[in-house]
C-alpha cells in the first residue's frame, strides 16, 4: 500500500497533467501576469506535498490548488499596489475567485492565454516557446532542446516575453476575425510542437512529457471547434490523429522500433484514421490549402495501405512536391527524394538527396538513414555502411539505435 507523502505525489502530478495549463491560464487572465501566476501554482504544488500527506489528498486537488495560487498570487499584487484603490481592485479579485472556489469550478480561459503569448506585440521567434511553456508546463531546458538554442538564452527569451504581456497589457482573449489569421500560424506551429514531443516518447515512459501528444490534440479539437471554417486547423488536427492512430504500432512486443513500412495496419486505430480522414475532407470545403493538410493528405495515403495492401508513393511524391513549394525545409526536401526513389527508382531518389544543400542535414540522422537505405537499394553497399554507421552515431533513441545496427548488420552479410 502507497504511503500517504506516495499518494500525495502522485495526486500532484496527476493534477499537473491534466490542469497545469488550465490553471496558469485562469490565474493569469486576471493580472496578465503569466510569471507570477507560475510561481504561485509552483508554490501551491510545493504546499501540497507538504500539506497532503498530513490532510490527505482532498476531494477536488485543483480546486485546492487554484485557492492556494490565488492566494499566492493576490500577495504578490497586494506587494506592488499601492494606495487603496490597488487594495480595492484587489479585494474584488478575491471576492470574485472565492465565489468561483466555492462553487468548485472555474472557467478554462487556456484558449485566451494561447492566443496571448501569439500577440504581435511578442517575438515571433518565442512565440511558439511560450505557448508550450505556460500552456504545457514545458521547463525552458526541454523546450530549448526542441528549438536547438541554449537553455540560458531560451530562459531570458520567455522572461523577456511574460514581461511584455504583462508591460504592454495583452489581453487574453480569442481576436477577432481580421486579426485572428497572423496569430494562428504561430499557435498552430505550437500545438504541433507539443505532439511532436509527445510523439518522440511512442511507450509514454517520460513522466516530464506529461501525455503531451493527447494535450496537443486535446489543443487541436478546441481549435477546430472555435474556429469550423478554418481549414489548416482540421488539418493540423487529421494530421495529429494520423499519427497517433500508429501509436501502438511503432514498438514491438519487446520494445523494437517498427517502421512504418513494416507496421502491422491492424494495430492501428481504424476509428481515429476514420476521423482524421473525415477532418482532412472538412478541410477541404475550404479555400486555399496549407502546409498542414497537405502533410495530412501525405499520412491519409500512407493509412490507405490498410485497404490496398501497398503504398502509393507516386501520390505521395506529388503531395511532398506541393510541400516544397510551401516551405523550404530540408526535412520535406529529404522525405520527397525518399518518395521519389521508391516512386521511381533509387538513383533518381539519391540525386534528389545529392542536391539538397543545407548544412544542418549533416546533423540529421532521418538524412543519413535514407541515404544509406537508397544506397542500399541501389548496390553502393560500401557508401550505404558508412551512411548507416554515421546515422546510427546520431539516433538518441536506443530502439531505433539497434534497429540501424541490424540494418546495417543485415548490409555487411550481402
Not at 103 to 111: H, I, Q
Not at 268 to 294: S, T, V
Not at 369 to 375: D, G, M, P, T, V
Request: aromatic share 6%; charged share 25%.
Amino acid at each position: 500500500m502507497a504511503s500517504a507523502a506516495e499518494q500525495a505525489r502522485a495526486a500532484a502530478e496527476a493534477a499537473a497533467r491534466q490542469s497545469y495549463g488550465r490553471l496558469v491560464a485562469y490565474l493569469a487572465s486576471r493580472t496578465r501576469d503569466v510569471a507570477s501566476a507560475e510561481d504561485a501554482l509552483a508554490d501551491a504544488f510545493a504546499a501540497a506535498l507538504v500539506k497532503w500527506p498530513e490532510t490527505g489528498v482532498p476531494l477536488h486537488p485543483e480546486a485546492w490548488l487554484l485557492t492556494v495560487a490565488r492566494r499566492r498570487s493576490i500577495d504578490q499584487q497586494r506587494r506592488r499596489a499601492a494606495g487603496e484603490a490597488g487594495q480595492d481592485h484587489l479585494r474584488l479579485i478575491g471576492e470574485e475567485l472565492e465565489q468561483e472556489m466555492a462553487r468548485e469550478k472555474f472557467p478554462d480561459e487556456r484558449l485566451g492565454l494561447i492566443f496571448a503569448c501569439a500577440h504581435p506585440a511578442i517575438d515571433a521567434g518565442v512565440r511558439a516557446p511560450l505557448i508550450l511553456q505556460a500552456i504545457l508546463g514545458f521547463d525552458a531546458a526541454t523546450i530549448a532542446s526542441a528549438f536547438l538554442v541554449s537553455p540560458a538564452t531560451m530562459g531570458q527569451r520567455l522572461v523577456r516575453a511574460k514581461a511584455r504581456i504583462r508591460q504592454a497589457g495583452i489581453p487574453f482573449r480569442i481576436p477577432e476575425a481580421a486579426e485572428l489569421g497572423e496569430r494562428l500560424s504561430a499557435v498552430l506551429e505550437a500545438i504541433y510542437a507539443a505532439f511532436a514531443e509527445g510523439w518522440s516518447d511512442p511507450a509514454g515512459a517520460e513522466s516530464r512529457r506529461r501525455n503531451l501528444a493527447s494535450e496537443a490534440i486535446w489543443l487541436g479539437r478546441l481549435l477546430v471547434e472555435l474556429m469550423p471554417g478554418e481549414g489548416e486547423a482540421a488539418g493540423l488536427l487529421s494530421l495529429m490523429l494520423h499519427a497517433e492512430a500508429r501509436r501502438a504500432a511503432r514498438r514491438d512486443a519487446a520494445g523494437e522500433f517498427v517502421p512504418l513500412s513494416e507496421q502491422d495496419t491492424l494495430l492501428w486505430d481504424a476509428d481515429m484514421i476514420a476521423e482524421a480522414d473525415a477532418l482532412l475532407q472538412r478541410a477541404g470545403l475550404f479555400d486555399g490549402i496549407g502546409r498542414y493538410r497537405i502533410e495530412a493528405a501525405i499520412q491519409s495515403a500512407h493509412a490507405a495501405r490498410r485497404f490496398t495492401g501497398r503504398t502509393d508513393w507516386a501520390a505521395i511524391a506529388t503531395l511532398y512536391a506541393g510541400l516544397m513549394t510551401l516551405t523550404a525545409s530540408p526535412v520535406i526536401a529529404v522525405n520527397h527524394a525518399v518518395a521519389v526513389a521508391y516512386a521511381v527508382e533509387p538513383a533518381t531518389g539519391l540525386a534528389l538527396l545529392d542536391a539538397i544543400d543545407d548544412a544542418r542535414l549533416d546533423q540529421y540522422q532521418p538524412y543519413w538513414a535514407a541515404r544509406a537505405e537508397l544506397l542500399s537499394l541501389g548496390g553502393d553497399f560500401l557508401e550505404a555502411d558508412k551512411a548507416y554507421e554515421i546515422a546510427t552515431g546520431l539516433e538518441t533513441d536506443a530502439a531505433v539505435r539497434r534497429f540501424l545496427q541490424r540494418k546495417r548488420a543485415a548490409l555487411a552479410a550481402r
